[in-house]
């Protein structure tokens, strides 16, 4: 078991955890903040067991979660706007807390790996992931009205 | 030790599905549905097999959320004209 593994498995614990705890308590404001934190948690770890096991075709899996996970918080956040208008789901330190995880899970991976393609691919990675979570949480948070209702 | 990964998850996992039977609401049983699709992925991940666990993330974390949700909406918006005309 190496550091990365090591990293993956805190990463997987407690963000797992904090999403199991939000997902099935509270308010369906707060349930559908913890899906969206769903996401920004499990994409990292999924960066950081690719780098651990060796095996860079991994990063494709946290590729197609970083561009599919905001589509699912998307597709909460306009069918359940009735009851999300009423509280306003808006968690902006959760936010941008789960957007630095990501961005320094990347930036380590990004020493690890060296220049080249691989590092470009992170890149992207990255910026889908940190873009991704931004907009789902300000879709969220009611910061698109002009398309809601209907 | 390096199968505390694969406990972490298998761990999670569990207490996923359980939450996702225990819960009442269709719509809040398919947000913690959503987040089983994605800690599912995980799992196979852990267990070598990211092909599986590729069509696992497209299913579980944008597709079958979807389908439950505007299930659920076309249903409440059946019955609604029903309880106005009582």
Redo the contacts between chains.
């Keep these: 078991m190496n550091g990365w593994i090591l990293a993956a498995t805190v990463a997987l614990g407690g963000g797992g955890a904090a999403v199991l705890w939000g997902v099935t308590t509270g308010p369906p404001a707060r349930r559908v903040i913890a899906q969206n934190l769903a996401t920004s948690a499990v994409c990292p770890a999924l960066l950081l067991l690719s780098q651990g096991y060796g095996r860079p075709a991994y990063v494709d899996l946290a590729l197609l979660l970083a561009l599919l996970g905001p589509v699912g918080t998307l597709v909460f956040a306009r069918l359940l706007c009735d009851d999300l208008s009423e509280e306003g789901a808006s968690a902006w330190a959760l936010t941008w807390t789960a957007a630095g995880l990501g961005a320094a899970a990347v930036v380590a991976l990004c020493v690890a790996v060296g220049p080249g393609r691989a590092m470009v691919k992170l890149l992207v990675v990255g910026a889908l992931l940190i873009s991704g979570n931004v907009i789902a949480s300000r879709a969220l948070a009611g910061g698109f009205r002009g398309v809601r209702g209907g | 030790?390096?199968d505390?990964?694969i406990v972490?998850?298998l761990l999670?996992v569990a207490?996923?599905a359980t939450?996702a039977v225990?819960?009442r609401d269709p719509?809040?049983q398919?947000?913690?549905l959503?987040?089983l699709g994605?800690?599912l992925?995980?799992l196979f991940?852990?267990l070598?097999a990211?092909d599986v666990?590729?069509s696992q993330?497209?299913v579980g974390?944008?597709l079958t959320?979807?389908l439950i949700?505007?299930c659920?909406?076309k249903i409440r918006r059946r019955g609604r004209p029903k309880e106005d005309a009582r």
């Design positions: 030790m390096s505390a990964v972490v998850v999670l207490a996923c939450a225990v819960q719509a809040r398919a947000l913690v959503s987040v994605v800690l992925a995980a991940t852990v070598q990211p666990g590729l993330l497209a974390s944008a959320p979807l949700m505007l659920v909406r």
